[in-house]
């Protein structure tokens, strides 16, 4: 494929913005339309924009298989501590067993922010690993 300079430049200008909003998706969620899936798909979609701008070697120096591998097993591992937790403190698995704050606060829904986090991370980094794997050059 040939490189482009314009797209080069422009993907790297897109991506910080990219990225942002994905975060922006995932702290909100529990407040307007997104959440951690939406969050996380966006925040796997900046990497892939990488991917297809710069080349998957190249990013892969920026993002290896590894860090994002152990990413993903450690929000995974997040979250099924987060809902374990629930039932250690009396309430059912991934009951909320924080306190509720005021509505229309970004910490109002107990531990759903903290839920949509972990499940951005994870499935960021889960779409990313699948997004490598199928654009890999043997």
Do not use: W
């Not at 080069?8 to 951690?36: E, N, T």
């Not at 987060?82 to 910490?107: D, K, Q, T």
Request: net charge neutral.
């Amino acid at each position: 494929m040939k490189e482009s300079t314009i797209v080069d430049l422009v993907s790297r200008k897109l991506v910080p913005y990219i990225l942002l909003f994905g975060l922006y998706l995932i702290s909100y969620g529990h407040l307007s339309p997104g959440g951690g899936f939406q969050g996380g798909v966006v925040l796997s979609s900046a990497i892939l924009l990488l991917c297809l701008a710069r080349g998957v070697k190249a990013t892969r120096l920026l993002f290896t298989s590894r860090a994002v591998g152990a990413l993903e097993i450690a929000a995974f591992t997040l979250f099924l501590v987060m809902a374990a937790a629930g039932m250690a403190v009396g309430v059912s698995f991934l009951g909320n067993f924080l306190p509720l704050g005021r509505i229309g606060e970004v910490p109002s829904a107990g531990f759903i922010l903290f839920l949509n986090l972990v499940i951005g991370l994870e499935v960021g980094a889960g779409i990313t690993l699948i997004c490598f794997a199928l654009l890999e050059e043997d």
